[in-house]
């Protein structure tokens, strides 16, 4: 016997509260020869007598309570252990590891966050800003449990990616500027413009709305904050296209009154996905999804 048996140990530690082989071999519920064995083997690994054995009791040798001392703590580390792992098992508890956008982070996760702590709050959420892309790698190699990414995406071998929401993009603009009812990419480009950072699947839809209007407007300043985007607009910095996100109850983002919103001409969505490895997910994970899917919301 190479390595120290839980089992074993568990029979030392029955001989040294109960006094006896036999008594043990009772409480253990196994037959006495095999724990005689135990011992045995115990005692050959460590090289020297663990009990001391006479005529009406059994107690344990210097080394024997040492070891015994070590094993008590070995066998409730176990315990506890056994114990966290069933816990994870029922979805109790449990760590889940998400990736997505300061987009969908900065409103639309949070609510999700809040339903899963009023029903789940053993379970620990740990959240990765990171472009759709890095999502989608870190979750194929197995970095990330669940991703929220921007549509469409290039189908990746071994990941599940479905349609969650699909928001409509709006103008965000200084609420001292004389704005038209709806806002055209022609308007919209002749103004001081904060953008998305070139990199984001945001920047690539804002820009095909603007080219579908013959227009190539170069943003003052570009960013991968929406908060901060807002920010600036609220400065009277200039204008932007976000997402207008609302809650499956139709709650929309609180607004600060020095910035006014407009609709677009022609409208524009921004349509998110939920991706995560294919198969049956973990039970932490799922209780994750599930509060995802709560927000959904697809608009036609």
Same mark, same amino acid.
């Given at each position: 016997?190479r ?6 140990l ?14 043990a ?14 011992i ?7 090289g020297?007598?663990?009990?001391l ?5 059994v ?16 066998l409730?580390?176990?315990? @506890? *252990? &056994?114990?966290?792992? #069933?816990?994870?098992?029922? !979805?109790?508890?449990?760590? /889940?590891?998400?990736?997505? =956008?300061t ?5 639309l996760?949070? @609510? *999700? &966050?809040?339903?899963? #702590?009023?029903?789940?709050? !053993?379970?620990?959420?740990? /959240?990765?800003?990171l472009? =759709? ?9 197995? *970095? &990330? ?17 479905k ?9 965000f603009?200084?609420?001292?500027w ?10 919209l480009?002749a ?11 945001l920047?690539?839809l ?7 209007g013959g227009?190539?407007?170069a943003?003052?300043?570009q ?34 009154p ?16 939920i ?20 927000l ?5």
């Open positions: 016997m390595e120290l048996s839980l089992d074993r568990r029979t030392l530690v029955a001989i040294a509260d109960l006094g006896s082989f036999a008594a071999a009772r409480a253990l519920h196994l037959a006495p020869p095999t724990v005689s064995l135990h045995s083997e115990l005692e050959e690994r460590i020297a007598p663990l009990l054995r006479q005529r009406s009791q107690r344990p040798s210097g080394i024997g309570e040492t070891l015994i001392a070590r094993a008590r703590q070995l409730a580390d176990a315990e @506890q *252990a &056994l114990e966290e792992v #069933g816990r994870q098992v029922q !979805g109790l508890e449990g760590r /889940v590891r998400l990736g997505a =956008s987009g969908a982070i900065a409103y996760l949070p @609510q *999700a &966050l809040a339903r899963l #702590g009023a029903s789940h709050p !053993g379970i620990d959420v740990q /959240v990765m800003v472009t =759709s892309q890095e999502t989608l790698s870190r979750l194929a190699a197995g *970095a &990330l449990d669940i991703g929220l990414v921007a549509l469409p995406q290039t189908p990746v071998g071994g990941l599940s990616v349609p969650w929401r699909r928001d409509p993009v709006v103008a603009l200084p609420a001292a004389q704005a038209p009812r709806t806002v055209t990419p022609a308007w480009a103004q001081p413009l904060i953008l998305n950072a070139p990199e984001t699947r920047s690539r804002t820009t095909e709305w603007f080219a579908g227009q190539h407007p943003p003052r300043i960013l991968n904050f929406n908060d901060a985007i807002k920010s600036l607009v609220a400065a009277g910095y200039g204008a932007t296209l976000l997402p207008h996100e609302a809650s499956a109850q139709g709650q929309a983002v609180p607004l600060d020095r910035i006014a919103m407009r609709p677009l001409r022609p409208a524009l969505w921004r349509p998110l996905g991706a995560h490895r294919a198969g049956r997910p973990e039970p932490a994970t799922q209780h994750v999804l599930d509060a995802l899917w709560e959904k919301q697809l608009k036609p």
